[in-house]
């Protein structure tokens, strides 16, 4: 059984519901010349799963990269990627303020999906889940896109949006997984992380 793993996300809601699962982590957090958000760049035409699929892995391969250089004590390794979807189109982190605005301007209305995508490497083995859920957003004033948009909540967040922040409010319904929504499916991942061998809360 392994005591710990490495968590190789930036993101402190993810620290947060790896505590939930009563999981022992060290973040593996990318070197300064590294550029993470590289990784995040879709292929033309890419579906939105197989884009997620795909960005965990690669992140996942960089984060090994880094143990390896680091000559850290080896451990599983845990990666995750979210993307917010509506159609084929992916919504990523918006780029600034402005582009906030108009995610949130074409997500109001309708029914997305985010699909958070988990990896582990334990050893040779490489485990992975796809976690999809579904989220509907009430419809939003320009006003009430302007305010969110004007606390930063969703800077650096999928669909600019936080759904455990102040666009709950905005929420009509949610389908799926409420953890998974946050960044990381409970559920799929004390899966991966019991299968790699990694001890988590009976």
Same mark, same amino acid.
């Given at each position: 059984?392994?005591?710990f793993v490495y968590l190789a996300s930036q993101s402190p809601r993810r620290r947060q519901l790896l505590?939930?699962?009563?999981?022992?982590?060290?973040?593996?957090?990318?070197?300064?010349?590294?550029?993470?958000?590289?990784?995040?760049?879709?292929?033309?035409?890419?579906?939105?799963?197989?884009?997620?699929?795909?960005?965990?892995?690669?992140?996942?391969?960089?984060?090994?990269?880094?143990l390896q250089r680091r000559g850290l004590p080896a451990a599983p390794v845990l990666c995750s990627d979210? *993307?917010?979807?509506?159609?084929? *189109?992916?919504?990523?982190?918006?780029?600034?303020?402005?582009?906030?605005?108009?995610?949130?301007?074409?997500?109001?209305?309708?029914?997305?999906?985010?699909?958070?995508?988990?990896?582990?490497?334990?050893?040779?083995?490489?485990?992975?889940?796809?976690?999809?859920?579904?989220? *509907?957003?009430?419809?939003?004033?320009?006003?009430?896109?302007?305010?969110?948009?004007?606390?930063?909540?969703?800077?650096?967040?999928?669909?600019?949006?936080?759904?455990?922040?102040?666009?709950?409010?905005?929420?009509?319904?949610?389908?799926?997984?409420?953890?998974?929504?946050?960044?990381?499916?409970?559920?799929?991942?004390?899966?991966?992380?019991?299968?790699?061998?990694?001890?988590?809360?009976?």
């Amino acid at each position: 059984m392994s005591e710990f793993v490495y968590l190789a996300s930036q993101s402190p809601r993810r620290r947060q519901l790896l505590e939930q699962l009563g999981v022992r982590y060290e973040l593996l957090l990318p070197d300064e010349g590294e550029d993470s958000e590289a990784l995040e760049h879709e292929q033309p035409g890419e579906a939105p799963a197989a884009y997620v699929r795909r960005v965990t892995g690669l992140k996942l391969d960089a984060a090994l990269a880094r143990l390896q250089r680091r000559g850290l004590p080896a451990a599983p390794v845990l990666c995750s990627d979210t *993307t917010v979807a509506l159609g084929r *189109t992916i919504y990523g982190k918006p780029a600034d303020a402005a582009d906030a605005a108009r995610m949130l301007r074409e997500l109001a209305g309708h029914t997305h999906r985010v699909l958070t995508a988990v990896a582990v490497q334990a050893g040779r083995k490489r485990l992975a889940a796809l976690s999809d859920s579904r989220v *509907t957003f009430e419809a939003m004033s320009p006003a009430q896109i302007r305010a969110y948009v004007a606390s930063g909540e969703p800077m650096g967040k999928a669909g600019a949006y936080a759904v455990q922040g102040r666009a709950a409010a905005h929420i009509a319904r949610i389908a799926g997984s409420y953890t998974g929504i946050m960044g990381l499916p409970l559920h799929e991942t004390a899966r991966l992380l019991r299968s790699a061998g990694v001890r988590t809360a009976p």
